[in-house]
T-cell receptor, first 113, second 114 residues
Framework: GNSVTQMEGPVTLSEEAFLTINCTYT??????LFWYVQYPGEGLQLLLK?????DKGSNKGFEATYRKETTSFHLEKGSVQVSDSAVYFC????????????FGTGTQLKVEL | SAVISQKPSRDICQRGTSLTIQCQVD?????MFWYRQQPGQSLTLIAT?????????ESGFVIDKFPISRPNLTFSTLTVSNMSPEDSSIYLC???????????FGPGTRLTVT
């Protein structure tokens, strides 16, 4: 079956630190990959996506590269801010799969001054 | 993109009762999805609702417990029936809109069953 594995949180960083949140996937086919962010008390927002191998998704200083050879889609940001504190979800969707999203368990990020 | 609203935003309900959650989208969409996010957990798809057809439920979810209506291309409801404390979760509506494979989520309905 299809699955997404994320590094466990919570992750606590100082402001301006480098962020990596690991995400690997298992899929029967060629998935599209996504990162969603959930700020405290809010719903999920699409942060970035990549639809084929070697694509790089980027938004708000975050980026992730679709690595087919390692089945990974790690989220990175060079310099985090307190406002980046949120829960980050990696997800996949398969072509022909009715656009159903399979989510990882989420990684909570806390950025401190 | 799509702007999605949900009602109610939160509710506290007694065991054995039912609650209907409404989802309204600002544009016409073919596919709508209902997810459940249990406390501290990830999202689990409950069902996919296409206008004009019966909802398709995921393994572990049944129509008697989670009946869904989809009367038009901008609106859907999810009912949580005969609630128990285990149904305490955030329920989220989602739609596919815009570019392929992009889904947008509503703000969620936080349900507490006592």
């Amino acid at each position: 079956g299809n699955s997404v594995t994320q590094m466990e949180g919570p992750v606590t960083l100082s402001e301006e630190a480098f962020l990596t949140i690991n995400c690997t996937y298992t899929a029967t086919g060629y998935p599209s990959l996504f990162w969603y962010v959930q700020y405290p008390g809010e719903g999920l927002q699409l942060l970035l996506k990549a639809t084929k191998a070697d694509d790089k998704g980027s938004n708000k200083g975050f980026e992730a590269t679709y690595r087919k050879e390692t089945t990974s889609f790690h989220l990175e940001k060079g310099s985090v801010q307190v406002s980046d504190s949120a829960v980050y979800f990696c997800a996949l969707s398969l072509t022909g799969g009715g656009n159903k999203l399979t989510f990882g368990t989420g990684t909570q990020l806390k950025v401190e001054l | 993109s799509a702007v999605i609203s949900q009602k109610p935003s939160r509710d506290i309900c007694q065991r054995g009762t039912s609650l209907t959650i409404q989802c309204q989208v600002d544009s016409q969409v073919t596919m709508m999805f209902w997810y459940r996010q249990q406390p501290g957990q990830s999202l689990t798809l409950i069902a996919t609702a296409n206008q004009g057809s019966e909802a398709t439920y995921e393994s572990g979810f049944v129509i008697d417990k989670f009946p869904i209506s989809r009367p038009n291309l901008t609106f859907s409801t999810l009912t949580v029936s005969n609630m128990s404390p285990e149904d305490s979760s955030i329920y989220l509506c989602s739609v596919r809109a815009g570019e392929p494979y992009e889904q947008y989520f509503g703000p969620g309905t936080r349900l507490t069953v006592t």
